[in-house]
C-alpha cells in the first residue's frame, strides 16, 4: 500500500490558550515495501503524523460535522489535506476505518504496558477477534495466534498459557508486537519498538523488524530517535522538524547533508560523522553510511595487505 | 588491570589522597525471593569520594539492585554496605539518604509536585529546614541543573529531560555527596540524553559530587572515570572505560555490545589498516587519514 | 505532547489572580451566604455589581465566564418552570387541579435562577483564577486548625497535591493505552451496555497496572529523598496576604454590609 500525505496540518488544543501546532502542511509519500524512518525530536510531529496513518487521529473533512470551507471572495481556498494509505482515502467521511486499522498495524511506544489478558494467547487473540468478519472459530484463532507467536520467536505451546505479567520485559514487548501483527496488517508502524531495551534487546528487535518486513508486512515504518540504526536499516528515512518534513530521503543521500541535521540538533550516525571528518582531511569516501559499507570503503583505500581477515561479529543491531 | 585502576585513580592522588570510601559493599547478597536466584551474590564494590562511576550491564544483571541497597531502599540479606563510614542500618537511613541521592529511570514517576519549585523543595522540607534555606537549596540546586529559568514551570509541560533534570535537583536539595543514576537515561531521547550526562559530569567535576551512574548506553559510560560490568549479581570486569570497550569478545559473553565507534576501530585493524584505539570520532578520522595516506 | 489542562484555570496576571487563595475561597463562602441573606431584588442586585466588577478585573473573557451557566441551563429550566408552575400567587392567570400560575410564581423563580447564575458564576470565577495547586494549600492552610483534633492535615494535603499531580500524567497514559487498543480494534462505541463494559477492561487493567506501578515508583523516590511517615517536615511555600487581599476582604464587608441593608431597610420580598 502507498501512502500519500499532502498538506497535512493538525494542531491540538486548538482555539485556547494552549495550542500547538504539531503539523504544519506536510507532504509526504512513502512506497509500499518500503523500510522507512521517521526522525525527529521529541515534538517535532513525528507521533502525530503517524497517529494520522490508521485514524486514530483524522483529517476534519473525515468527521462527521465537517463543514467544506468557503472561500473568501478574492482569495482561493488554501489547499485542502489529502490522505490516502493504498485504496483507502483518510479524508472521506465514507471511509471504513475498522479496515484500514486491520490493514495499518500500530505499535506503540512501551507496548507492553498495553497488554491485558490473563493468557498470552488471549492477549494476542484480542485485535484478531476485533478484527475478524463474524466470529471467528478456536481453530482459526489459535492458528492465527500460533503464527504470530512463531513470527515474534515465541513459541505458542510454551507461552500460550502463560499470563503475559510473568514474562520478562523483551518478551513482553515480543507478544505486544504479535498482537499487532496477528491480523496481517501490510503496513507495520512502529513508534520507538527499541527503547528502553539493554543492546542485545535492540539488536534483537531490529532483526525481528526486518524478519516481518521480509515475512509479514510489506510496508514497515519506524520512528527511531537512533540515527546509526536509521543508517544501517532504512531504504528511506523522513526528518521531521517542528511540524515540518525538513527532508525525506535514502540515507545515502540524506547523511551526506549531515551539517544540515546537526544544524537541527539531530545527531548524526558515526559513519556520517566519520566520513564528515575525513572529508575535511581531504579523503571523499562514497559510502551508504552503514557500517559495513563504510568499513569495506576505507579498506579498500588502505595500502594493500594480503592477509585481510574478516571481521568478528557485528555490534548491536549492526546487519551484515 | 591495577594499572587500569591506578590510572583511572590518579586524579584522586592530586588533590591529597583523601581515602574516604563513598560507598563501600563487603560481601553483599541480596535477592528478592527465597526461590529467586541472587540478584546481588557476594558482591565487594567500592566507589571513592569525588569518583564517577559507570555501572554497566544488560537487564536483570543486578545493577539497580545495587543502586537501591545503596540508599537503604532495599536491605541486605548478607555482608555490610557503608556509606560514607557509615554502615547502613535501619535507624541511620535517615542520615544515608541525606548524603546518598537517587533519580530513577521514569521522568513521569518521581516527581511530586506539580510546580519545579515545589518539587526540588520536597527533600528539603522534609529535613525540616528553615524556609529562608530552602529557598537558597532551591536556587542553587536549579542552577546545577541549568533549569533556573523554570522555576515556576509546571513539571507535566517540560521535556523527559528537563523532568530529569528537575529529578536530579530535587536529589541536590538534599545537599548529598553521592548521586545514582539508576538508568536515568533509558526513556529519554539522544538530546535529553545529553542533558543529563553534561549535567552529572559537571556536578562531578565542579561541585566535587561522587556520581555512579547506571545504564546500558555504552557511550555514556565514556566520560567516567571508571567502569564496571555487572553479569548475575557480580562485578565481571572494571577498570578504565577506554581499556574495557578493547575487550569486545568479553562484552559479548555478558550480552553488551562494544560502542561502534571501537568495533569500527577492530574491523579496520582486522582488516590491516593500523588504526590507534580511539573512542573519538574525530581522533578516528584522524587515524585513517594517517593511515591511509 | 498533547496538551491535557485540567480544571478550568485560565492564565492571566490579574488582581483576581494575585489574590491569596485562601481569601478567595472565604469570599465565595460570604458571596454564597450573602446570596441567600438577599431576600429582595435590590439586594441580588448589590450581589451582581460586586460579580461583574470581579469578573472585568480578572481578565477572563466573558464570553468564557458566562459558559459556565451553560452547565446549568437544564437545572435552571427545570426549577423556573416547577415554581412557575406550582408556586402560590395572589395575582392568578391561570390555574387548573395543582398547577397555578401566578405573578408571584413568575418573580420568584425569575429571582431563584438569578440566585443560582450569580453562585455558579462566583465559583467558576475562583476556579478561573486560582490554579489547582493554590486551591489545595489555600484549602491546607484553611484547615490547619483542625491539627489540633488530630486531623493529619499535612498529610491529606500531599496526597491532594500528588493526585493532583497525576491527573496530566494518567489523562496522557489513558489515551496513549486507550489508542493502543483501538489501532488493535477494540470498540468504545457500542450501543450494548455489555459490551460496552467489557470494552473498557482491555483500557482499565493496563492503567491500573500503570497506576501501582507510579505509585511503587514515586513511593520509592520519596523515600530515597528522606520522606517517612512522621517525618517533621517544613513548608517551603507559604501564603502571605498583601494590599491586594484587604482590599477584597474590604469589598467583601461591604457587599455583607450592603446586602444587609438593603434587607433591612428595602425588606418586601422581590
Known amino acids: 500500500m502507498r501512502i500519500v500525505a499532502e498538506h497535512l496540518s493538525y494542531t491540538y488544543n486548538p482555539k485556547s490558550p494552549f495550542a500547538a501546532a504539531a503539523l504544519k502542511d506536510v507532504s509526504l509519500t512513502i512506497e509500499e515495501g518500503e523500510f522507512f524512518g521517521i526522525i525527529g525530536h521529541t515534538g517535532s510531529g513525528k507521533s502525530t503524523f503517524v497517529q494520522h496513518l490508521n485514524g486514530l487521529i483524522r483529517l476534519p473533512s473525515s468527521l462527521k460535522r465537517y463543514k467544506k470551507p468557503k472561500a473568501k471572495k478574492g482569495q482561493p481556498l488554501p489547499p485542502q489535506p489529502v490522505l490516502t494509505v493504498g485504496t483507502f482515502d483518510l479524508a472521506d467521511k465514507k471511509t471504513d476505518f475498522r479496515a484500514l486499522r486491520k490493514s495499518v498495524g500500530m505499535v506503540f511506544q512501551y507496548p507492553e504496558y498495553q497488554l491485558f489478558a490473563e493468557t498470552v494467547r488471549d492477549d494476542v487473540a484480542f485485535g484478531f477477534k476485533n478484527f475478524a468478519d463474524g466470529k471467528p472459530t478456536k481453530e482459526e484463532t489459535d492458528a492465527a495466534v500460533r503464527a504470530a507467536l512463531a513470527a515474534v520467536g515465541l513459541d505458542y505451546d510454551t507461552y500460550a498459557e502463560q499470563s503475559p505479567f510473568d514474562l520478562s520485559g523483551g518478551q513482553k514487548r515480543r507478544v505486544a508486537i504479535a498482537g499487532v501483527i496477528v491480523t496481517r496488517p501490510e503496513v507495520l508502524v512502529l513508534d520507538e519498538p527499541a527503547a528502553g531495551l539493554d543492546p542485545l534487546g535492540k539488536r534483537e528487535v531490529m532483526e525481528l523488524l526486518h524478519k516481518l518486513h521480509r515475512e509479514w508486512c510489506k510496508t514497515v515504518i519506524v520512528v527511531s530517535h537512533d540515527m546509526d540504526e536509521i543508517a544501517e536499516n532504512c531504504t528511506?528515512?523522513?526528518?521531521?522538524?517542528?511540524?515540518?518534513?525538513?527532508?525525506?530521503?535514502?540515507?545515502?543521500?540524506?547523511?551526506?547533508?549531515?551539517?544540515?541535521?546537526?544544524?537541527?540538533?539531530?545527531?548524526?550516525?558515526?559513519?556520517?560523522k566519520l566520513c564528515a571528518g575525513l572529508m575535511r582531511r581531504g579523503i571523499a569516501l562514497d559510502c551508504d553510511f552503514t557500517t559495513e559499507d563504510f568499513i569495506r570503503k576505507v579498506l579498500e583505500r588502505a595500502p594493500r595487505r594480503a592477509d585481510r581477515e574478516p571481521g568478528a561479529l557485528p555490534p548491536e543491531g549492526g546487519e551484515a | 588491570m591495577t594499572a587500569q585502576s591506578g590510572a583511572a585513580f590518579g586524579r584522586f592522588g592530586l588533590r591529597g589522597g583523601s581515602n574516604m570510601k563513598a560507598i563501600e559493599f563487603c560481601g553483599v547478597s541480596f535477592r528478592y525471593d527465597e526461590e529467586s536466584p541472587f540478584a546481588i551474590h557476594k558482591l565487594d564494590f567500592s566507589v571513592e569520594e569525588g569518583e564517577f562511576v559507570a555501572v554497566l550491564g544488560h537487564?536483570?544483571?543486578?545493577?539497580?539492585?545495587?543502586?537501591?541497597?545503596?540508599?537503604?531502599?532495599?536491605?541486605?540479606d548478607e555482608g555490610e554496605i557503608r556509606v560514607f563510614g557509615t554502615q547502613i542500618a535501619r535507624k541511620n537511613l535517615y542520615d544515608v539518604r541525606?548524603?546518598?541521592?537517587?533519580?530513577?529511570?521514569?521522568?513521569?514517576?518521581?516527581?511530586?509536585?506539580?510546580?519545579?519549585?515545589?518539587?526540588?523543595?520536597?527533600?528539603?522540607?522534609?529535613?525540616?529546614?528553615?524556609?529562608?534555606?530552602?529557598?537558597?537549596?532551591?536556587?542553587?540546586?536549579?542552577?546545577?541543573?541549568?533549569?533556573q529559568q523554570y522555576r515556576t514551570a509546571a513539571v507535566a509541560r517540560l521535556s523527559g529531560g528537563q523532568k530529569q533534570r528537575v529529578a536530579i535537583a530535587g536529589v541536590l536539595a538534599l545537599k548529598p555527596r553521592a548521586v545514582i543514576l539508576d538508568e536515568a537515561t533509558a526513556m529519554l531521547d539522544p538530546r535529553g540524553r545529553r542533558e543529563i550526562v553534561e549535567v552529572v559530569s559537571r556536578l562531578n567535576r565542579e561541585e566535587k559530587i561522587t556520581v555512579i551512574m547506571i545504564t546500558h548506553f555504552m557511550e555514556e559510560a565514556l566520560l567516567a572515570d571508571r567502569a564496571v560490568v555487572m553479569n548475575r549479581g557480580e562485578i565481571v570486569m572494571q577498570g578504565a572505560p577506554a581499556d574495557i570497550f578493547e575487550r569486545q569478545e568479553e562484552l559479548i559473553t555478558y550480552n553488551l555490545a562494544m560502542p561502534r565507534i571501537g568495533y569500527i576501530c577492530n574491523r579496520l585493524r582486522a582488516g590491516g589498516l593500523p588504526v590507534a584505539n580511539t573512542l573519538d570520532s574525530e581522533t578516528l578520522a584522524e587515524e585513517i587519514a594517517r593511515c591511509v595516506s | 505532547m498533547k496538551d491535557v489542562s485540567f480544571g478550568q484555570y485560565y492564565p492571566a496576571d490579574s488582581f483576581l489572580h494575585r489574590l491569596d487563595p485562601r481569601v478567595k475561597l472565604l469570599f465565595l463562602i460570604a458571596f454564597i451566604v450573602v446570596i441567600f441573606v438577599a431576600t429582595n431584588f435590590y439586594g441580588l442586585a448589590v450581589c451582581a455589581a460586586v460579580l461583574i466588577a470581579i469578573i472585568l478585573f480578572s481578565r477572563v473573557p466573558v464570553g468564557k465566564v458566562l459558559r459556565s451557566v451553560r452547565g446549568i441551563v437544564f437545572l435552571l429550566l427545570f426549577t423556573a418552570a416547577l415554581n412557575v408552575l406550582f408556586h402560590k400567587g395572589d395575582t392568578v392567570y391561570y390555574q387548573k387541579g395543582i398547577i397555578c400560575i401566578s405573578l408571584e410564581g413568575i418573580i420568584f423563580s425569575v429571582f431563584l435562577a438569578l440566585r443560582l447564575v450569580l453562585l455558579v458564576l462566583c465559583s467558576s470565577m475562583l476556579t478561573y483564577t486560582t490554579t489547582p495547586v493554590a486551591l489545595t494549600d489555600g484549602v491546607e492552610s484553611l484547615l490547619t486548625p483542625l491539627k489540633w483534633i488530630f486531623v493529619p492535615v499535612h498529610a491529606l494535603a500531599l496526597i491532594m497535591s500528588i493526585a493532583l499531580r497525576?491527573?496530566?500524567?494518567?489523562?496522557?497514559?489513558?489515551?496513549?493505552?486507550?489508542?493502543?487498543?483501538l489501532a488493535r480494534g477494540a470498540n468504545f462505541e457500542s450501543r450494548n451496555l455489555i459490551k460496552k463494559i467489557g470494552a473498557v477492561i482491555p483500557i482499565l487493567v493496563p492503567l491500573l497496572l500503570s497506576a501501582l506501578r507510579k505509585?511503587?515508583?514515586?513511593?520509592?523516590?520519596?523515600?530515597?529523598?528522606?520522606?517517612?511517615?512522621?517525618?517533621?517536615?517544613?513548608?517551603?511555600?507559604?501564603?502571605?496576604?498583601?494590599?491586594?487581599?484587604?482590599?477584597?476582604?474590604?469589598?467583601?464587608?461591604?457587599?455583607?454590609?450592603?446586602?444587609?441593608?438593603?434587607?433591612v431597610f428595602l425588606g418586601a420580598p422581590y
Open chain 1, 236 to 272: 528511506r528515512a523522513a526528518v521531521f522538524s517542528e511540524g515540518t518534513v525538513a527532508a525525506a530521503l535514502p540515507p545515502r543521500e540524506l547523511f551526506r547533508r549531515a551539517d544540515e541535521l546537526t544544524a537541527l540538533g539531530l545527531d548524526v550516525p558515526l559513519t556520517a
Open chain 2, 59 to 76: 537487564n536483570g544483571s543486578g545493577k539497580s539492585t545495587l543502586a537501591r541497597l545503596s540508599n537503604g531502599l532495599l536491605e541486605a
Open chain 2, 98 to 147: 541525606k548524603n546518598v541521592g537517587v533519580v530513577f529511570q521514569n521522568p513521569d514517576n518521581q516527581t511530586v509536585a506539580t510546580i519545579v519549585e515545589d518539587d526540588v523543595a520536597f527533600g528539603a522540607e522534609n529535613l525540616g529546614l528553615a524556609r529562608e534555606e530552602i529557598g537558597e537549596r532551591i536556587r542553587f540546586a536549579l542552577q546545577a541543573v541549568g533549569m
Open chain 3, 166 to 181: 497525576f491527573i496530566p500524567t494518567l489523562t496522557e497514559e489513558t489515551e496513549r493505552i486507550k489508542n493502543a487498543q
Open chain 3, 215 to 263: 505509585a511503587d515508583e514515586l513511593g520509592d523516590a520519596m523515600e530515597a529523598r528522606c520522606y517517612t511517615s512522621g517525618v517533621k517536615r517544613t513548608k517551603y511555600k507559604k501564603l502571605t496576604l498583601t494590599w491586594r487581599d484587604l482590599v477584597a476582604v474590604l469589598v467583601c464587608a461591604a457587599l455583607i454590609a450592603g446586602v444587609v441593608l438593603t434587607r
